[in-house]
């Protein structure tokens, strides 16, 4: 069974403060993503991998930074947390090769900055 | 610039009956366009998808319709059950973009008794 999994379900910061959220994909995916979810709007892509060492910008990336440093691993780092970048944060994982393929989710974690 | 859109953000039907969910998108480079599902504090599944050389796909309840000319396709439930109450988004990928995604704002479908 596919399995996306994300190190935190909630998680209280505070303004200024360093935040890491973590992804661990199990399916030997090549392309692994970073959204945001917020009322209204959707899901909003802030960064994406397709392979290791390997990003891109989304369309909402300021604030944000990645690392990919394994296959299956895709860490999204806040660098000074803010009360705008109070949300749910969904990570997940495709196959590559080809567009369109489906992407799995992980169960999101959703992030409090007081 | 919304490339994707979901202009309905509820509906309201009752058990049974079909339910249309709509989306619009802007972006003719778009090739494949994918449901999903999400439940309350869980992720989005997937639930179907099209690519634009078709205009319908079905599986078992859910089907998707493309309309190419008019940019717009839509995911009909039949018949609706209590279990499909939840938010549904519609997605639009194009070629050569590492299967990124762009997502509508979402409907929340509500089934009820």
């Known amino acids: 069974d596919v399995k996306v999994t994300q190190s935190s379900r909630y998680l209280v910061k505070r303004t200024g403060e360093k935040v890491f959220l973590e992804c661990v994909q199990d399916m030997d995916h090549e392309n692994m993503f970073w959204y945001r979810q917020d009322p209204g709007l959707g899901l909003r892509l802030i960064y994406f991998?397709?392979?290791?060492?390997?990003?891109e910008k989304g369309d909402i990336p300021e604030g944000y930074s990645v690392s990919r440093e394994k296959k299956e691993r895709f860490s999204l780092i806040l660098e000074s947390a803010s009360t705008n970048q109070t949300s749910m944060y969904l990570c997940?994982?495709?196959?590559?090769?080809?567009?369109?393929?489906?992407?799995?989710f992980g169960p999101g974690t959703r992030l409090t900055v007081l | 610039d919304q490339q994707v859109k979901q202009n309905s953000p509820s509906l309201s039907v009752q058990e049974g009956r079909i339910s249309i969910l709509n989306c619009d998108y802007t972006?003719?480079?778009?090739?494949?366009f994918l449901w999903y599902k999400k439940y309350p504090a869980e992720g989005p599944t997937f639930l179907i998808s099209i690519s634009s050389i078709k205009d319908k796909n079905e599986d078992g309840r859910f089907t998707v319709f493309l309309n190419k000319s008019a940019k717009h396709l839509s995911l009909h439930i039949v018949p609706s059950q209590p279990g499909d109450s939840a938010v549904y988004f519609c997605?639009?990928?194009?070629?050569?973009?590492?299967?990124?995604?762009?997502f509508g704002t979402g409907t929340r479908l509500q089934v009820t008794l």
């Open positions: 997605a639009a990928s194009g070629t050569g973009t590492a299967s990124k995604l762009t």
């Open positions: 991998s397709y392979d290791v060492k390997m990003k």
């Open positions: 997940a994982s495709s196959l590559g090769g080809r567009a369109g393929n489906e992407q799995f």
């Open positions: 972006n003719s480079m778009f090739d494949y």
